[in-house]
């Protein structure tokens, strides 16, 4: 049999909030944290879930936060906490360089769903401007998605296998399936693994504006990311990271450590069917969701509840209704859906539902989904609204992403 695989710790940078604490209190709460974005000003979509209270230089030291980019900086907040939650490290301290550290056998990987444009955009301003000179040596260190967990390492002495996966928003989940492979391998003993994303660039918006694929609802921010409800008309751009220490069970069990959860399954398939669309029958997440069942071992009925993709288009909510439904059938678990409180923070958005889902399965409790008041078509879903419901049995995370990039994580309680 395959080794257990636990989660020994979490480490979250949300608009809901720096702590798994914090977060499922906003979670549990219900209510969108999308609101006017400065950085999105005069742009046709002008709003987004931030992170807000965030102090890079007070967090990291004004060098290193100098040297990096925003969604590097949640990701290196992230996991000093996540390894800090899992107990280890000792004395390791924060900029340890690779100097000791946590060693050859720890390794990282993070999904990140594309290159920072924060950071490009005004460099390509330099460039237009035919002003080369301008351009910052940093533009690339401080950019690309590999630094995220290049960075990581530096930091915190992880000597391990390290990079970065790119399945668009599936990018966070994929990292954990990989990191899970790592370990069932016997090539790490403990690997760093999530995502990390800010994607509140005005190109970003503007791209996705053009898409048609952000919710308008200007007037009205806080209602306007909306997953499974009838009135969806788009997504709100998020930003965050999310890091799991993931570890062989019986490894975190002979050091005593806490274990918050199991990630008993894992699964992956493509839809091969359109740049940007989903199957519209959900095609390529059936085979996702049904791999991992098969990894762990399960049935449909042992899934206990559902964190839903749900990013509040009407095309994927409606894919994703469809995949579930073909799934589980009229015997469907209750559906949570956390866009609908802190956006969609693209390629970190599997890692923080994975870490949510940690957090349903510790608490007994399935957060609701934010403005959903009813939803249309032929697929109707068991969608938690209104307030928490108690649940008990496995959870599934399920991340898609364009080019019909899927990934389903199965996690249960120790």
């Given amino acids: 049999m395959p080794a257990e695989i636990a989660v020994t710790g979490l480490g979250l940078v949300t608009p809901a909030g720096h702590t798994p604490e914090d977060n499922w209190t906003a979670l ?93 955009v005004p460099e390509f301003g330099h460039l237009g401007a035919d002003r080369p000179d301008r351009v910052s040596p940093l533009a690339l260190p401080r950019s690309v998605p590999s630094m995220a967990a290049g960075e990581v390492a530096i930091d915190l002495g992880a000597r391990g296998p390290n990079f970065t996966t790119a399945s668009a928003c599936a990018s966070g989940a994929t990292a954990l399936g990989v990191a899970r492979d790592l370990l069932r391998s016997g090539t790490c003993d403990i690997v760093l693994a999530g995502g990390s994303e800010s994607a509140r660039s005005r190109m970003t918006a503007t791209c996705f504006t053009r898409m048609r694929a952000l919710s308008r609802r200007r007037d009205e921010p806080a209602l306007a990311s909306r997953p499974f409800d009838a009135r969806r008309d788009g997504f709100v751009l998020g930003e965050g990271a999310a890091v799991l220490v993931l570890e062989r069970a019986a490894d975190a069990r002979a050091r005593r450590a806490r274990v918050l959860a199991l990630l008993r399954g894992f ?27 098969r990894d762990a071992d399960c049935g449909p009925q042992d899934v206990g509840h559902v964190n839903a993709h749900g990013t509040g288009t009407p095309l994927n909510d409606a894919a994703e209704a469809a995949a579930l439904t073909r799934v589980f059938g009229d015997a469907a678990p209750p559906v949570t859906a956390a866009k609908g409180v802190i956006g969609h923070a693209l390629g970190a958005a599997g890692a923080v539902q994975a870490a949510y889902t940690v957090l349903a399965l510790r608490h007994g409790t399935v957060p609701p989904v934010a403005n959903f008041e009813g939803q249309d ?35 249960t309680a120790d």
């Avoid at 649940?391 to 996690?411: D, P, R, T």
Wanted: net charge neutral; hydrophobic share 40%; aromatic share 6%.
């Fill in 28 to 120: 549990c709460r219900g209510r969108s944290l999308a609101a006017r974005d400065a950085e999105l000003a005069g742009l046709p979509v002008d709003f987004s879930c931030q992170v807000t209270g965030f102090d890079a230089a007070g967090e990291l030291g004004r060098p290193l936060a100098r040297r990096t980019d925003r969604f590097i900086q949640f990701a290196l907040v992230a996991a000093r906490r996540a390894v800090a939650d899992a107990g280890l490290g000792g004395d390791l301290g924060p900029g340890d360089g690779g100097c000791g550290g946590l060693g050859e056998r720890v390794g990282v990987v993070l999904g990140v769903g594309s290159n920072s444009l924060s950071t490009y």
């Fill in 267 to 293: 699964g992956a398939g493509a839809d091969a069917c359109h740049p940007v669309a989903p199957h519209p029958y959900g095609d390529g997440a059936v085979r996702a969701i049904r791999a991992a069942l």
């Fill in 377 to 411: 078509g032929d697929h109707k879903l068991d969608i938690v609204a209104g307030g928490p419901r108690p649940a008990v049995g496995a959870g599934i995370s399920c991340s898609f992403g364009f080019g019909g990039q899927n990934a389903v994580l199965l996690l």
